[in-house]
């Protein structure tokens, strides 16, 4: 009978976790959809197109496209021609933000596109495979009329993936090409508050540099960042998490430790869970506000995917560590077949990432799909990482469906069991589905808010509320998983209830100093638990 009742209010306090945790998830949506404006801003440029008539151009001149000291411009291509200037004069120049307005460190990063005018000409065709070069350089001031700063200064070449949808005719002089935007520019801070690109297209004919890419009319740049306003929202909720987090970590190691017990391997793939979440939570953005740092993207992907590998191991540890039938348990070494795939895509992920954005500390301008090796390349470890996380999912399903079903077996034993033993399993195996279905509900929550984020137009009007759709989905999904790795600490960890002395004729004929888990492998001093021994028993048998 006591067994009973404690195992009624178990559930019951299960209940409450549940709903107060279902609150706080709301909550975290509700955040990023009422409180924070959308995560990004994108603003178009169009450059200028500036002369530059001197014989040795000079590289550390910068050319400003207006203000005081603004360059001599010209308004197209057909007035250098009637003026008679050349192709490597012109400089087409961008200066970063509009006019009166500043740039910010709680911008975060900047990522910008280019898309080029090309006009269609009968005698200037854009040729098969071609490719534009461009010699870029990037300079900074934090003062209006100060002088600039060069910051970065490359040569780089793009491919041009152009369609023309009309006959290759005459008639059809001037009309634009329909061409790809390409990757220009990305900064991983945003640490001044003026910026100025001058892109220059140096023409060689005997070298075969920038000939046959048609008439270019005009450049235009797309820049995006993030909007200032959200990213004050979230770094607010990353100093709210960072602590909660870090609590019930200490508050869940504790009861481990005092244990008189070793901690088993599911507890331990539990306590690293939170320590990769505290990793992503712990707010060191705060200082990007005042350093110039970056490389603060790259450490935020190296620490997304800490994270996620960590999750996606503790899946598989979970399900088998739940296979009571399983002999080989307790050993991370039993789960190489199924970790060794997500080690193997976590490391091809990191290679590209540091091909990419690793590059780009030194040059912004770079680009892995500029050119076709860079392209095999990084196409090679993207299906790489695929193949494995394909993998993956098919061993985790597989792993899902045998413990489903070995639960399914022994729960035919159940009635003829004891009231108060029987609740006791009954409990283990709730606890278990009930963990399942929250996995299942957060894993189809990310992929149905990601849907909708991309398919939306960004915001939905609600009577006199603006709801943001992305931000709702940056900050209710970065709760949500924060919420899980809380509530596993929280349900897993050791329980020091006693239950005394065999009691009710012997219901529940458990030793009076061994302890209650909500894991069903976990090995005490005196042996396995209850459940591990029926199990066995039965396996046997």
């Keep these: 009978m006591a067994g009973a009742i404690i195992e009624n209010m178990s559930t019951r306090k299960l209940c409450i976790v549940g709903a107060i945790l279902l609150v706080f998830q709301v909550l975290a949506f509700l955040v990023g959809g009422l409180i924070a404006p959308s995560p990004t801003t994108a603003v178009p440029y169009v450059a200028i197109k500036c002369i530059d008539v001197r ?19 010209i308004r197209d291509l057909d007035e250098a021609m009637i003026r008679q200037i050349e192709a490597n004069d012109i400089v087409f120049s961008v200066h970063m933000p509009l006019p009166n307005k500043e740039m910010s460190p709680w911008f975060q990063f900047m990522l910008y596109i280019l898309h080029m005018d090309i006009a269609f000409k009968t005698d200037n065709q854009i040729k098969e495979n071609a490719e534009v070069t461009l010699d870029v350089s990037l300079a900074y001031r934090d003062v209006m009329g100060g002088p600039w700063e060069e910051m970065a200064r490359a040569t780089e070449t793009r491919k041009l993936k152009c369609t023309f949808g009309a006959p290759k005719t005459p008639e059809h002089e001037g009309k634009f090409y329909d061409c790809d935007v390409l990757p220009f520019m990305e900064i991983g801070t945003v640490a001044h508050k003026y910026y100025l690109i001058n892109i220059r297209l140096p023409v060689n004919e005997k070298k075969g540099i920038n000939v046959g890419i048609g008439e270019i009319k005009d450049i235009r740049l797309v820049g995006i960042h993030q909007n200032g306003g959200f990213t004050k929202v979230w770094f607010a909720m990353k100093t709210f998490l960072t602590p909660s987090i870090v609590i019930i ?27 990769s979440m505290t990793f992503i939570n ?5 200082f990007s506000i005042g350093f110039d740092w970056t490389w603060m993207l790259l450490f935020g992907d190296i620490r997304q995917g800490i994270f996620y590998a960590m999750l996606l191991s503790f899946w598989i540890i979970f399900c088998g560590e739940h296979m009571m039938d399983q002999n080989q348990r307790n050993h991370f070494s039993a789960y190489w077949k199924q970790v060794g795939p997500i080690a193997v895509g976590s490391f091809c992920l990191f290679v590209f990432d540091m091909c990419e954005r690793g590059v780009q500390l030194k040059n912004p301008f770079y680009s892995i799909w ?3 090796v860079g392209t095999e390349l990084a196409m090679a470890f993207i299906i790489v990482a695929g193949i494995c996380l394909c993998l993956y999912f098919l061993l985790l399903c597989f792993m899902v469906f045998q413990v489903f079903r070995n639960i399914s077996g022994k729960q035919s034993s159940l009635p003829a069991m004891s009231k108060a033993r029987r609740l006791h399993y009954e409990g283990l195996i709730f606890r278990f589905k009930f963990l399942m279905l929250i996995t299942l509900a957060c894993a189809a929550m990310t992929v149905i808010f990601f849907i909708v984020s991309q398919v939306t137009e960004g915001h939905w009007k609600w009577g006199e509320f603006t709801v943001q759709v992305n931000s709702a989905f940056f900050t209710g999904i970065y709760g949500m998983w924060n919420l899980y790795v809380f509530a596993l600490m929280f349900l897993y960890a050791p329980s020091h209830k006693n239950y005394g002395d065999d ?17 069903t492998t976990i090995t005490h001093v005196d042996g396995p638990t209850e459940v591990y021994k029926l199990a066995r028993k039965e396996a046997q048998e």
């Design 55 to 73: 014989k040795n151009h000079h590289k550390n001149k910068w050319f400003m496209p207006w203000g005081p000291n603004q360059c001599e411009k």
């Design 249 to 275: 970590m200490i508050w869940y190691w504790r009861r481990i430790t005092l244990m008189t017990r070793p901690p088993v391997l599911l507890e331990k793939v539990i306590f690293a869970l939170g320590i």
């Design 282 to 286: 712990i707010p060191v953005e705060w």
């Design 370 to 372: 500029a050119t076709d």
């Design 503 to 519: 009691q009710s004729n012997g219901d529940l004929r458990v030793n009076s100093g061994e302890e209650l888990q909500l894991t």
